[in-house]
């Protein structure tokens, strides 16, 4: 009776060390060749968030060509996008962790280096020359900058726009207290300069070109203001995902060359997003190049010179060293 007892256990413990010994082979080979099973390659695919800030950009194109999902698939990466009307709605979301990559225009930038949130510089991608404008009514007796003076003006505070009205009243009488400001986000100023709710507004394209376009608007006249755009990336990403960072600025590259060499494809693209005339479109694009490159000495000083001025007015509560702020390795290594 004992030996019948004992023969079944030894077969069933000799079998199950067998299995074992497979199921350890295995994973011992895929350890070695380096190989990866399918739903191992799934949990480890990461999730980029890349916030899109305005409506007429390039990243725009390369979204409508997939290019970024694309290049970022090599890189085991996903992309999720989002879209924010101005800079500093963007800044809360990259704040809290749902933004990685993206751009902003001067004012945001600005704001955000000085609020210490955790980004960086990482290309500087536009002048921004003519981007900002004031917009009046047609029929309106405002002629000039002075005639403002306590005037309903609006835009969204920590902007490219807010940064341009401070900018052009330095060589005028009148400074940013002589005038109200209501704090608007760009649709929304659209509405209350359509109610007539608003002396003035200052505005970026396509919002400039489309009111002066439908002959709702006229500008008043231009003053040369240098507005820089920058390329940003939230820190830790940076840090943990460089080789993202740097693909990120190749498509970013590609689809601004590719805006530039057709036109007219480029406006159709736009034009099915934001429905304004292909023909305002074209002007809009004919108005500044766009730029995926290191920051230039020119386009520092004039950041710096808009953190002074933003400091100045206490809109930003310390002063900053913008370049510190800056890493170009990303944008040098985009560019070989």
């Known amino acids: 009776m004992r030996t019948r007892t004992i023969k079944p256990l030894l077969i069933l413990a000799v079998s199950i060390a067998l299995l074992l010994l497979a199921g350890c082979a295995k994973a011992s080979s895929n350890a070695v060749s ?112 002075e005639d403002l003076k306590g005037k309903t003006i609006g835009l969204p505070k920590g902007t490219t726009a807010h940064v341009y009205v401070a900018k052009v009243l330095q060589n005028t009488s009148i400074t940013l207290e002589d005038l109200n400001i209501i704090n608007l986000q760009p649709d929304d100023g659209q509405a209350a300069f359509d109610s007539g709710k608003l002396d003035a507004w ?47 600025l190749k498509v970013f590259k590609k689809a601004a060359l590719w805006q530039l060499e057709h036109e007219e494809e480029a406006a159709q693209i736009f034009n099915e997003k934001i429905k304004v005339p292909v023909d305002t479109i074209k002007t809009i694009l004919n108005k500044g190049e766009p730029l995926v490159s290191p ?9 710096q010179a808009a953190s002074d001025i933003l400091a100045g007015n206490g809109f930003i509560r310390k002063k900053i060293i913008f370049k510190d702020a800056v890493n170009d390795t990303f944008i040098i290594e985009a560019l070989k």
């Open 34 to 145: 380096g190989t990866v099973t399918g739903s191992e390659k799934d949990s480890k695919s990461l999730i980029v968030n890349i916030a899109i800030n305005g409506k007429i950009t390039p990243l725009n194109i390369a979204r409508d060509k997939g290019w970024v999902e694309e290049e970022f698939k090599k890189l085991n990466a996903e992309v999720q996008w989002s879209e924010f009307p101005s800079g500093p709605p963007l800044l809360e979301a990259l704040s809290a962790g749902r933004v990685d990559l993206s751009f902003l225009g001067d004012g945001a930038t600005i704001a955000g280096i000085a609020g210490g949130l955790p980004f960086e510089v990482v290309a500087l991608l536009s002048e921004g020359k003519n981007s900002v404008s004031i917009l009046v009514p047609k029929d309106s007796p405002i002629q000039k900058l």
């Open 295 to 303: 920051y230039t000495e020119e386009a520092l000083a004039e950041q």
């Open 202 to 248: 200052a505005a970026w394209d396509p919002y400039v070109s489309n009111n002066i376009a439908s002959n709702k608007a006229r500008a008043l006249p231009a003053v040369d203001v240098m507005a820089p755009s920058s390329a940003i990336v939230r820190n830790d990403f940076a840090k943990e995902h460089p080789e993202l960072v740097v693909a990120y």
